[in-house]
């Protein structure tokens, strides 16, 4: 980030936005100088557009039903009036396409749920992570906190926090493991950025 840019954040998340309310839970409390600017869902009845409600953050409900031929500049046109500088997928299940990764200058984070290289890229989403790191016999798995992309889950790894699988978890204990630690790695990460500590 430039110098001296206080980060506006423009946050895509499809359902739940646990991820997305820790970030904004750290930076009421003035644990990270940023501002939640911006959530944007695809999806009318996320519990993510209420949080949004409930915070009194401007949110939008865009999706290919909504806007099936101007989608991106749809989003472009709100990341403008709101002033996003940096984007932040939190559990969001579309691909951006490079125009919005290109809006924010390449300051796109996601958080994925296993530690990157391993079990990423197409296919590896919500409990299909969880249970091929259990199928493999990992002793550890964990969030990675990575840089998007137009290529899944490729783009430069920023953090990660490792977490044991123990013997006989199930994928949804295993998920909540490592959920609990994404709460705190993507604030973390957010943070370091808005300090200058990680540069993107
Ligand atoms: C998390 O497991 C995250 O790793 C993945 O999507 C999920 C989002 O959960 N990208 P939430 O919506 O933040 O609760």
Redesign the pocket.
């Known amino acids: 980030m430039p110098n001296n840019e206080q980060l506006r954040i423009c946050f895509f998340?499809?359902?739940?936005?646990?991820?997305?309310q820790a970030i904004i839970d750290a930076i009421k409390a003035n644990k990270i100088n940023a501002i939640a600017a911006l959530i944007i869902s695809n999806n009318s009845s996320s519990f993510?557009l209420e949080r949004a409600k409930n915070e009194g953050i401007p949110a939008y409900h865009l999706s290919s039903k909504t806007n099936p031929d101007d989608l991106d500049d749809k989003i472009i046109e709100k990341m403008q009036m709101h002033k996003v500088n940096i984007v932040v997928?939190?559990?969001y299940m579309k691909k951006l396409n490079e125009k919005i990764i290109d809006f924010v200058k390449g300051r796109v984070l996601?958080?994925?749920?296993a530690l990157l290289p391993k079990f990423g890229g197409r296919g590896m989403?919500?409990m299909n992570v969880h249970k091929a790191v259990i199928e493999s016999g990992e002793e550890k798995s964990g969030?990675t906190v990575h840089l998007v992309n137009s290529k899944y889950d490729e783009g430069r790894i920023l953090k990660q926090m490792e977490v044991p699988v123990l013997k006989n978890d199930t994928p949804d204990e295993l998920?909540a493991r490592?959920?609990e630690k994404?709460h705190i790695i993507y604030a973390q990460t957010i943070k370091e950025i808005a300090e200058g500590k990680i540069e993107i």
Do not use: K, Q, R, T
């Open positions: 998340a499809s359902h739940g936005g646990s991820n997305m993510a997928l939190a559990g996601n958080i994925h749920p989403y919500g969030p998920a490592v959920l994404e």
